[in-house]
């Protein structure tokens, strides 16, 4: 064999032996992985965005949700997730695949990089769950002073921003999410939070209320159906 050749080939199985693991090095078991850029990338990126941006569903990033959403209600919906929504539960006593270290560790690395706790110092939000049902009627017209001039007459959409009244939309969406949307908008979108949809004039908690109300008022009993399942039992157009 050509000397230069074989000084090549000794060098290459050189460089790749240093390159693997030892024979006798311990497997990291999936449920024992506590590194949250993992745990985020695999398990909420997805929906949620690279680096806690937004993309499906809203950005965890976002400050002005981490400083109304405390540790043990984001837990909660990354343990049990949101039934009758795109959220699923993640963990393990849920029916999901991670343990509750690995969620505590998805919240603390949240709340640890992406958190700023004194942006809302001075500034009376609404808080992230209701104190007392919204109502309907005062909803409808809050809906108009607020939001109209973006998602347009009775919410079915404009070129600005989309429909907020679509079946499919309201059938996928809980009422809580509905408020948190409210509360924090969705920046990555150009949607703004409860100050920013009319200069000068900021969202009380009430209207906030008041507006989900309205919102959850025009979902649909059977999301999905153009009729009634008992229609369809009956065989009624």
């Not at 506590?34 to 909420?44: D, G, S």
Request: charged share 15%.
């Amino acid at each position: 064999m050509n000397i230069r050749l074989s000084i090549a080939l000794i060098a290459l199985l050189a460089v790749t032996s240093c390159d693997r693991p030892p024979v006798d090095s311990p497997a990291v078991r999936p449920d024992g992985i506590l590194n949250f850029e993992y745990l985020y990338a695999r398990n909420c990126a997805g929906c949620h965005g690279p680096d806690g941006k937004g993309g499906a569903a809203i950005a965890l990033g976002d400050p002005v949700y981490l400083a109304i959403a405390d540790d043990a209600t984001i837990g909660h919906v990354i343990a049990d997730g949101v039934p009758g929504t795109a959220m699923p539960a993640f963990a393990q006593r849920s029916g999901g695949m991670l343990t509750d270290e690995q969620v505590e560790t998805i919240v603390t690395g949240i709340r640890t990089r992406w958190s700023k706790p004194n942006i809302l110092d001075g500034v009376d939000a609404p808080p992230y769950s209701a104190s007392s049902p919204g109502d309907p009627g005062r909803g409808a017209a809050a809906y108009v002073s607020y939001c109209s001039t973006c998602h347009g007459t009775g919410g079915h959409g404009t070129k600005r921003a989309s429909s907020i009244v679509d079946g499919s939309f309201l059938g996928l969406v809980s009422d809580q999410g509905l408020r948190t949307t409210v509360i924090v908008g969705r920046p990555e979108l150009g949607a703004p939070d409860w100050r920013g949809d009319v200069p000068g004039r900021t969202m009380s908690a009430q209207d906030v209320s008041d507006v989900v109300a309205w919102l959850v008022a025009q979902r649909p009993q059977f999301p999905g159906q153009p009729y009634s399942i008992e229609a369809q039992v009956k065989g009624q157009p």
